[in-house]
């Protein structure tokens, strides 16, 4: 089965960046689409931004839109979330998600801190 690692979470200063990474045991043309959800605390799991792997178009939520970038590098199997001018209200677990049909992959997160 295809399994999807997150890494690069931590703890950031607001203001500061981080670039997470979603690497696929499989090739991520497995999936139509790729995208970053976000869990905060005592709060349900809310979509960030999505990626399709064909066009790459790309679709992002409006409170991290011109903040987060996500982009796809096929040949290495990774999806990544560029995270910028990051604020305490990002902090939360991020995950990985692929989907095509009625098919889906979830990573096991990683933790994303924006904390002075």
């Known amino acids: 089965q295809v399994q999807l690692v997150e890494s690069g979470g931590g703890l950031v200063q607001p203001g500061g960046s981080l670039r997470l990474s979603c690497a696929s045991s499989?090739?991520?043309?497995?999936?139509?689409?790729m995208g970053w959800y976000r869990q905060a605390p005592g709060k349900q799991r809310e979509w960030v931004a999505s990626?399709?792997?064909?066009?790459?178009?790309?679709n992002y939520i409006d409170s991290v839109k011109g903040r987060f970038t996500i982009s796809r590098d096929n040949a290495k199997s990774t999806v990544y979330l560029q995270m910028d001018s990051l604020k305490p209200e990002d902090t939360a677990v991020y995950y990985c998600?692929?989907?095509?049909?009625?098919?889906?992959?979830w990573g096991r997160g990683t933790q994303v801190t924006v904390s002075s």
């Open positions: 998600n692929g989907r095509i049909f009625n098919i889906e992959k």
């Open positions: 499989g090739s991520i043309s497995n999936f139509a689409t």
């Open positions: 990626i399709t792997i064909g066009g790459g178009g790309t």
